[in-house]
């Protein structure tokens, strides 16, 4: 609440977000040189990939100051969306009342993540949970939050859950951190220790892809789990070291492998052939 409120208060006067509500940066990191060009290839690609699936009825975990609902909700029958901040939602509430979206078909809740009273008997075809994740307190609470979306997805729907940390790269993520800013006398043996008293001190929830494809034996409405990595040019943290997960519900989705798969030690694959193949 603090947090938001804090940006809530700087930026009444920033005219972009009057023109753009999707364009609402809460203090993303002291160290982006643009950030307005940093958000936008975090959020662009998440939002064309929502639109092309052309959900009707949208639940998102997590809706914040509304960066995907206000380029969603218009394509939707109905948007609910929920967040733990009540002072969000209320900012929330005040800026859509200034725009064409029909508020007869947005809902926002406050409440936890894991709270799902009241949807009995509603069906959505896509639930989004997109940059959430990280917040959650354990992995305890982030299977018991899929385990209630799952039950609230139809056949043929999906569950997003977006720019997820990769524990499998937790180690070499903050080694590159803690890198980049060394001095030339670190010895190996001092960043170790310093990497691994960051990676001690980790205060968000990171999680190994395997996880998720795990869950399909674990729960039987979800039918496959795809992994995908972050888009985007720009060299940061979500490009480099995070990824996004759709869960399918229902059936197992037809997928075509019609891919050539090349076995680097076994094709004789070198840096020149594969730039080759590229081209």
Known sequence: DMLYKTSI???KDWNKVQEDP??????????????????????????ERHKSMRPERVLEIGCGTGMLLFPLAEQCSRYVGTDYSEIVLTNLRQRLAGTSIDSQR???????????????????????????VQYFPNMDYLKRVIDGVVRLVEPG??????????????????????????AGALSIESLKQKVGKRIELESELTIDPDFFLTLEDEMPRIGHVDIQLRRG?????????????????????????????????GTGMNLDRLRDLLE
């Open 157 to 182: 729907g999906k569950i997003f859950i977006g720019d997820v940390q990769n524990f499998a790269l937790l180690e070499t993520y903050h080694t590159e951190s803690i890198f980049a800013r060394a």
């Open 106 to 132: 947005v809902e926002l809740l406050h409440r936890p993540a894991d709270e799902f009273d009241g949807f009995e008997g509603q069906l959505f075809d896509l639930v989004i949970i997109h940059s959430v």
């Open 22 to 47: 999707t364009l609402k940066v809460i203090r993303w990191t002291d160290n982006i040189v643009d950030a307005e060009a940093e958000m936008r290839e975090w959020l662009d690609p998440v939002i």
């Open 233 to 265: 040019r720009i060299e940061n943290e979500p490009t480099k070291y995070h990824y996004d997960v759709t869960i399918h519900v229902g059936e197992r989705p037809a997928i075509h492998d019609g891919h050539e798969w090349l076995s680097w030690d």
């Open 9 to 11: 208060d700087e930026e």
